[in-house]
């Protein structure tokens, strides 16, 4: 028993549900303290143990029942309910379909009987199927299909359906061939259950017997490829991140404040003196940039929209003044969100007000809205972010005003998730766009993404 709770507890790890060694210890000693008489307890004591996070708990109890318990439905011997002549009839049935299908007697006999499947058959069958070399849960299902066409799964169905057709052509009671056929039913489900138990547990044990492997930081994870899961623990992580680039631009703060000695401006002041006394000069101090966020979150790009506007507006206090605009097909002002809410609140807000629909993302028209409407936020001191991946689907792109913004700006920077070797592919005008702003970032992950908001907190 011992064993079968280390296997299960390294099979709960593989799938990615967090459990210390400690807490491993907390399910032994639970279990010994409760007992395995009751189900249902014995279940509860290694879920309250070993499961911390809601979103674990549909892996649990996935897993569950493949290491402790049996969840094939009962199954009927189907002669024992029937009548010495409705058995005559039925066995009269049977050998007249075994003529052709000597191969299936043993399986229609199993049926009639409410036999399961020995282990012995059942670890013929996996052999014969290949389910040795499975590795992980998704092809559970492919395996259940391989190893129902190993045991003539298929074809009892049909099997079935001859025979009660066979027993309605003899004269069979209609009241007897509907029983008949939900008992015969209920038997094939139970063998079909047992095939999809006997996969699930073998999968199970060998994702338990094998090392895990080593799973990629979500910091390096391309943001087109997070599962729904791992975008949840991004959102819970930006805080985090979050506080961390905020101590970074403190402490950069402080260096400033305390001053950085420049020495060319110490030697030309104390020239006046010969030197003696000294007096010291230090260089400027970090200034807080201006920001101007204009967000693509048409469907491609929304995660990347969502990190970006949350980490931006947790790192307020080290941002001057942010203005904020998302765009699919035309432009919005997102900014009074972002005054009178929470950042994470603000920015669910803004997208489940701006879906993505049947128009097309349109930078070119909403370049043009923003300079007749807004271009009076940009300054001399303004640090332009344009977040999007140069599609335009062959709309005109306004390069000009793209044009018009950075000369007006300090800088236009652009953070686009697309390696270089896509741009100008399809209807991607990132080559032009390019041309365009001082410099191009490439945030594909959180990791880039975070590193490219910490170049401009730097360089204020």
């Known amino acids: 028993m011992d064993k079968r709770m280390v296997d299960f507890v390294r099979v709960l790890r593989a799938a990615g549900v967090r459990i210390s060694l400690a807490e491993s210890m907390d399910?032994?000693?639970?279990?010994?303290?409760?007992?395995?008489?009751?189900?249902?307890?014995?279940?509860?004591?290694?879920?309250?143990?070993?499961?911390?996070?809601?979103?674990?708990?549909?892996?649990?109890?996935?897993?569950?029942?493949?290491?402790?318990?049996?969840?094939?439905?009962?199954?009927?011997?189907?002669?024992?309910?029937?009548?010495?002549?409705?058995?005559?009839?039925?066995?009269?049935?049977?050998?007249?379909?075994?003529?052709?299908?000597?191969?299936?007697?043993?399986l229609l006999n199993q049926l009639m009987q409410g036999q399961q499947f020995s282990q012995a058959q059942l670890d013929q069958a996996g052999q014969q199927a290949g389910l040795q070399q499975g590795s992980e849960m998704y092809q559970r299902s492919w395996f259940e299909r391989r190893m129902q066409r190993q045991m003539n799964m298929q074809q009892l169905q049909q099997l079935i359906e001859q025979l009660l057709q066979q027993l309605e052509e003899m004269g069979m009671d209609s009241q007897a061939l509907v029983e008949m056929r939900q008992m015969l039913e209920q038997n094939a489900e139970g063998l079909s259950e047992q095939i999809s138990q006997f996969v699930g547990a073998s999968?199970?044990?060998?994702?338990?017997?094998?090392?895990?492997?080593?799973?990629?930081?979500?910091?390096?994870?391309?943001?087109?490829?997070?599962?729904?899961?791992?975008?949840?623990?991004?959102?819970?992580?930006?805080?985090?991140l979050a506080a961390r680039l905020r101590s970074r631009a403190a402490l950069r703060q402080r260096r400033a404040r305390t001053g950085t000695l420049d020495p060319r401006r110490m030697m030309r002041a104390n020239m006046r003196y010969d030197s003696v006394p000294l007096e010291l000069k230090f260089?400027?101090?970090?200034?807080?940039?201006?920001?101007?966020?204009?967000?693509?979150?048409?469907?491609?790009?929304?995660?990347?929209?969502?990190?970006?506007?949350?980490?931006?507006?947790?790192?307020?206090?080290?941002?001057?003044?942010?203005?904020?605009?998302?765009f699919i097909s035309d432009l919005t002002d997102i900014s009074m969100d972002f005054e009178s809410h929470e950042p994470q609140t603000a920015v669910e807000r803004v997208l489940t007000n701006n879906r993505p629909g049947y128009y097309n993302t349109d930078l070119g028209n909403s370049l043009n809205t923003f300079k007749r409407d807004h271009l009076g936020c940009v300054s001399s001191r303004t640090t332009v972010?344009?977040?999007?991946?140069?599609?335009?689907?062959?709309?005109?792109?306004?390069?000009?005003?793209?044009?018009?913004?950075?000369?007006?700006?300090?800088?236009?920077?652009?953070?686009?998730?697309?390696?270089?070797?896509?741009?100008?592919?399809?209807?991607?005008?990132?080559?032009?766009?390019?041309?365009?702003?001082?410099?191009?970032?490439?945030?594909s992950n959180l990791r880039e993404l975070a590193a490219a908001v910490d170049k401009i907190l730097v360089d204020g």
Not at 39 to 62: M, P
Not at 300 to 315: G, H, N, Q, V
Not at 409 to 425: A, H, K
């Open 203 to 240: 999968l199970a044990e060998q994702m338990a017997n094998r090392e895990p492997k080593p799973k990629p930081d979500l910091m390096d994870v391309p943001f087109t490829r997070l599962t729904d899961s791992e975008v949840d623990q991004i959102r819970e992580e930006i805080r985090r």
């Open 27 to 106: 399910a032994m000693n639970g279990v010994e303290a409760v007992g395995i008489q009751s189900r249902d307890v014995f279940r509860s004591a290694l879920k309250t143990t070993l499961v911390k996070e809601s979103r674990d708990q549909q892996t649990f109890d996935y897993y569950f029942p493949l290491f402790f318990g049996d969840t094939v439905p009962p199954m009927e011997n189907i002669p024992d309910n029937l009548t010495p002549e409705e058995q005559e009839m039925l066995e009269q049935a049977l050998q007249s379909l075994m003529g052709d299908m000597q191969a299936l007697q043993q």
């Open 283 to 326: 260089r400027t101090k970090h200034v807080k940039p201006c920001l101007v966020l204009i967000c693509d979150v048409s469907t491609s790009m929304r995660y990347c929209a969502e990190f970006l506007l949350t980490l931006i507006y947790e790192l307020q206090d080290q941002v001057a003044k942010t203005n904020s605009f998302v």
């Open 385 to 443: 972010i344009i977040l999007g991946d140069g599609r335009n689907n062959y709309n005109n792109p306004r390069a000009d005003i793209a044009n018009d913004i950075m000369r007006r700006s300090r800088r236009l920077l652009w953070f686009n998730p697309e390696s270089q070797g896509q741009w100008g592919t399809g209807d991607s005008d990132m080559w032009e766009y390019s041309t365009c702003a001082s410099g191009v970032y490439k945030v």
